[in-house]
Structure formats: structure tokens, C-alpha cells
């Protein structure tokens, strides 16, 4: 009989995700990353995914931490491994996501020899991770990964990188090294004398504004309450519109690109602003012009460094988002009816329903010159948006803005969306979020210059047995920068249109579903096909190779 193998690092590394309750963990083999792998192979509790690239395998991480219970980990090998991944973890750091990422190093003993493959692991992701760090004791890796774990989760989230040595990894373990237990710390909340400042300027303001970004993260009902005390309307920041239902009297739309002009007025009229966990970036405030400059600012952040880095607020909170909103619920007087701030707000609401409605007058002009109208696809998407268990995801495609104008969402977090500009996001976070969500199905909207960025990682949809839909938005070209040349740059295009193939007849190529569609009438039925199938679908949506943005919209660098 085979005795087992002598229990190393790598072991370690393996039992440490499962004291951590890891589910998944993605990447791409290599040669420093094997003993880890080979740890996975002889446990049946974390499902190991292989992707066909770095990037795809970050990106999938990302989607299993937005929608899972767990952080998302990705498992790469050194040098240009770690490099492929970068898009990834710096997409993660902007959008504040945790996720823990293992890179496999040149043993110490080669170290600052130039080695194959070799790289300062530590120095290429410090800049764009919570934290960076290489083990180089094998006792430590318990310590280490646990602090990783808790790094990227706590506080504000985001990326970390643990860089481990292939001698360490194949070291043995020491007697009586064992994982860390799993422990979370308990998030902050506000200190009183803050939220009495806070509730002075609230209950002082006569045209008050409530916005979320990504922060405002637990019961959507505590931001809303606490918007209907002081009878204000509710926004969200840019990409971030499913952090509540729409069918609330509060909701007034998402600011940022493709924002409709009530949703901006609210805050240019504003005379105070309750921030709660956004960083006001460049989208959310157009270039950060949209602030009235004497609006009195209150910003909520569980960062104190995010608390006056753009804007200097009258009240700081340092304070987790709904412990903050708790709190300011008991302390900020209720606005009694027959205020003007009601009539106020209804007004704002009503002219919102009008210029967001699924019959406005902007869908109702839209003429895509040939193929699939964008604003028939708003209105298939919107029933999808209706049906219970299902959840969508928005990639960052020239069609954004027509989701950002007119889809609206009465169950909280059923869109994710990717606010860092990363290409490539939809389909590997799809496939993230249907891993962590088996319970629903997942449909991913992207364009098709982002789409055949990772188009190959649909195979491993077909082999993981992914059931995914795929939208693709096909109008052959980078229709963002297209757009910014037709409008910036006098019509003189460079470097924006392409070929492409069949994308529905490259998806049954893999063995999974494709179907191509060229009139509105067809991209209904061609959605229910794809949605009935128990494989990965392919939806290819042709398009006008100019058509684009909504009637009227221009970019925000055009302007």
C-alpha cells in the first residue's frame, strides 16, 4: 500500500481555503503553481475551474465574490501568469472587491537571478491591492493567509496578493501547523456625536438628496426608510442602480454617464447631500462639476481616507453604511405630511417615470438605420428583468447607457455591473456569479469587443457545464471610442471597426448554443431559446455599425 504523501505548503494552502469556507477556486496551471493543484485533486470540498486565461480567471473571481459568501480566489503561476491577472486585480481595486489572489514564485533560493519566468511579484500589485506579501516560511502560512482573507474582506474590500515560493510550497509542514480559525472583525459603527451633527443638517435642509454607491451594502429598506423620513429622493451612484428597488416613491435614477437630466437637477438643487458609501467618482459627479458648491455635505464611508479626498464634507462618518443608516434613522426627525418636501420630491419622481418609461419619447425615436434597435433589446431585457430567479449582468459595452436610462429593477441586486471600464468583465463574472448563484439563471449583456476578448473562455463554460446566456451587442466596432470620434473628432474613424465572425455559429462550434439575430421581432424569441437550452448560449445581436448611444446622448469626453 502507498503510503500518503508527506503533508507540505501546499497541503497547508489547500486546508487554510477550507477553513476560510472556500467553494471555488480558478486560474491557469503552471509550473510553480502544481503542488497546490495537486493539493485540490486529492479534496472534493473546493472545485478547482480551469480558464483559459489569467484574465478571464480574475474577472471569474470577481463575479463569485459580488454574489457568493466567500472571497474569490484566483490561483496563478509566476511571471507572465501573475501579469495576465493584472487587469483583473486593478478592475477590483477600483470597484472595491475582494479577492484573494495566489501567485507562485521562483523558488528563494534562484530569487533576483532573472529567472525563468521570474518577477517582483510584490512590486507590480502594491499599487493596486489593500495589500501585497510573499511567504517565506512555511509556519506562517496559516498566519499569513488568514490576515489575507481578512484584509480583502473587512473595511473597505479589495484585492490581495499572497506571492508563494515554490521551495516553500513543497516544503513539509511542521507538526501542529494548522489553518487559523475563520474569524471576521465586527464593522464600525458611527460615533454618536457624529450622527448628531449629521441629523442637524438633515433636518435643517429643504431640498435634501440621499445617495448610495457601492458601499451602501446590506437591507436596501434601512437607505430607503431612511430617505422617506426627510421625504427626499434616493439616487445611486453610476452602475450601481440595484442597490435598490425602482418601484419606491424615493428611487430617481443612477447618476453617470446616460444619467436622465432630473436625476442630475436633483443634486445641482441640492442644499444637502447625504452621502452614504461612494467615493463621488468621475462618472457619478460628470467630471466632478455636479455638486452645488454650497451644498451642505454629509459622507458616510467605513474608509476614513475617502471622507473629504474629493469633496470636504460639513459631517465625516466614519462608520459602516447601514450601521450609519440605522443610526440616523433614530436620530433624523420625520417629515410630516402636507411638507413642501413631499410635493417636491412626487414632482421630481413623476417627470423621472416620464423620461424613463419603456414609451418615452426617446424610444420611441430611435432608428437604428438597420439591424436590431437598442431600444427594442431595453425592452426584452426589462422582461427579463421581471422574472423572478434570474439575475443579470451589464458588461461595459457603447449599449450601457440604454440599461442606465431605462431598465428598471424591483428586486435589489439582481444586475451586477462593472463601473471599472475593464472589457472583457461580462462573461467571466457571469460565470463567477452562476457558480456562487446555481439557484438562478445569469444573463450577461456585453459588446462585441468585449465579448471576443475572452470569447474562448466559453468553452470552459461548456465543460464546467455553465448554463449561461450571453448577449451580444454585435455592431462590429469599439462603439465608445466611435462615438467620441464622430463627436470629438470630426467623423475621422481609426481603429474602431473590425470583422467578426459568427458569434452564434462560433458558440455551437464549442458545443453550445448559438442563434443570430437581425430584426427586433426575432430577438425575443431568439432570448426564450437561448434561456430553455442546459448549455451555454450565444445570443449574437447584430447591429449598425454606427448606432449606438441613445438619441441626443453624447460622451462624456466629447462634450
Known amino acids: 500500500m502507498t503510503p500518503p504523501p508527506a503533508r507540505t505548503g501546499a497541503d497547508l494552502v489547500v486546508e487554510c481555503l477550507l ?5 471555488v477556486v480558478t486560474g491557469v496551471p503552471g509550473t510553480t503553481v502544481m503542488d497546490v493543484i495537486d493539493g485540490l485533486a486529492r479534496q472534493s470540498r473546493i472545485r478547482y475551474v480551469v480558464t483559459r486565461h489569467e484574465q478571464v480567471a480574475g474577472f471569474l473571481a470577481d463575479g463569485l465574490s459580488r454574489a457568493g459568501s466567500a472571497p474569490g480566489v484566483a490561483l496563478v503561476s509566476r511571471g507572465p501568469g501573475a501579469a495576465n491577472l493584472a487587469i483583473a486585480v486593478q478592475n477590483a481595486y477600483d470597484e472595491s472587491v475582494p479577492l484573494l489572489v495566489l501567485v507562485g514564485q521562483v523558488p528563494t533560493g534562484i530569487a533576483e537571478r532573472r529567472a525563468f519566468e521570474e518577477m517582483d511579484v510584490l512590486a507590480t500589485f502594491r499599487p493596486m491591492t489593500k495589500w501585497a506579501v510573499e511567504i517565506h516560511q512555511v509556519a506562517r502560512i496559516p498566519e499569513l493567509l488568514q490576515r489575507a482573507v481578512r484584509t480583502a474582506v473587512d473595511g473597505r474590500p479589495g484585492p490581495v496578493v499572497v506571492s508563494l515560493p515554490l521551495d516553500v510550497l513543497q516544503a513539509p509542514a511542521p507538526d501542529g501547523v494548522t489553518p487559523a480559525r475563520r474569524w471576521r472583525g465586527h464593522p464600525p459603527g458611527p460615533a454618536s456625536a457624529a450622527v448628531g451633527e449629521a441629523a442637524t443638517v438633515l433636518a435643517g435642509a429643504r431640498r435634501p438628496v440621499v445617495l448610495l454607491g457601492g458601499g451602501a451594502t ?9 430617505a422617506d423620513r426627510m421625504a427626499a429622493p434616493l439616487l445611486t451612484t453610476w452602475m450601481r442602480q440595484s442597490l435598490v428597488p425602482h418601484d419606491h416613491p424615493a ?6 454617464y446616460g444619467a436622465h437630466e432630473v436625476t442630475e437637477r436633483a443634486v445641482r438643487d441640492a442644499d444637502a447631500l447625504l452621502a452614504i458609501g461612494c467615493r463621488f467618482s468621475e462618472f457619478t459627479t460628470k467630471r466632478w462639476t455636479l455638486l452645488p458648491p454650497g451644498v451642505r455635505l454629509v459622507h458616510v464611508d467605513v474608509d476614513p481616507g475617502e471622507l473629504g479626498r474629493v469633496y470636504l464634507p460639513e459631517v465625516g462618518v466614519v462608520s459602516d453604511a447601514a450601521l450609519a443608516a440605522e443610526a440616523l434613522l433614530a436620530r433624523v426627525p420625520e417629515v410630516p405630511e402636507g411638507d413642501a418636501r413631499w410635493e417636491h420630491r412626487s414632482r421630481m419622481r413623476a417627470e423621472f417615470d416620464r423620461v424613463s418609461s419603456l414609451e418615452s419619447d426617446e424610444l420611441a425615436v430611435d432608428d437604428p438605420g438597420s439591424g436590431v434597435s437598442s431600444s427594442s433589446a431595453v425592452r426584452v431585457l426589462q422582461q427579463l428583468a421581471d422574472r423572478d430567479g434570474l439575475l443579470l449582468l451589464q458588461d461595459a459595452p457603447s449599449f450601457a447607457p440604454w440599461t442606465h436610462r431605462h431598465l428598471r429593477l424591483t ?4 444586475l451586477y455591473a462593472s463601473a471599472g471600464g475593464a472589457m472583457g468583465w461580462g462573461l467571466p463574472a457571469a460565470m463567477g456569479v452562476a457558480l456562487a448563484r446555481p439557484d438562478r439563471r445569469v444573463v450577461t449583456v456585453s459588446g462585441d469587443g468585449s465579448f471576443w476578448m475572452v470569447a474562448q473562455d466559453l468553452e470552459t463554460c461548456v465543460r464546467e457545464d455553465i448554463p449561461l446566456v450571453n448577449l451580444v451587442m454585435n455592431n462590429y466596432s469599439y462603439g465608445n471610442t466611435r462615438d467620441r470620434q464622430r463627436f470629438a473628432h470630426e467623423g475621422r474613424y481609426l481603429g474602431v471597426f473590425y470583422g467578426n465572425p459568427d458569434f452564434a455559429g462560433f458558440a455551437r462550434s464549442l458545443g453550445g448554443f448559438g442563434v443570430r439575430v437581425e430584426k427586433d421581432d426575432e430577438l425575443a424569441p431568439a432570448v426564450e431559446q437561448a434561456l430553455a437550452q442546459d448549455r451555454p448560449a450565444v445570443v449574437d445581436v447584430v ?9 441626443g446622448l453624447t460622451p462624456p469626453a466629447a462634450r
Open 19 to 23: 477553513a476560510e469556507g472556500v467553494e
Open 251 to 256: 428611487w430617481l435614477g443612477a447618476l453617470g
Open 411 to 414: 428586486r435589489p441586486r439582481s
Open 543 to 551: 447591429q449598425d455599425r454606427m448606432y449606438g448611444l441613445p438619441p
Open 218 to 226: 446590506g437591507d436596501p429598506d434601512k437607505y430607503l426608510r431612511l
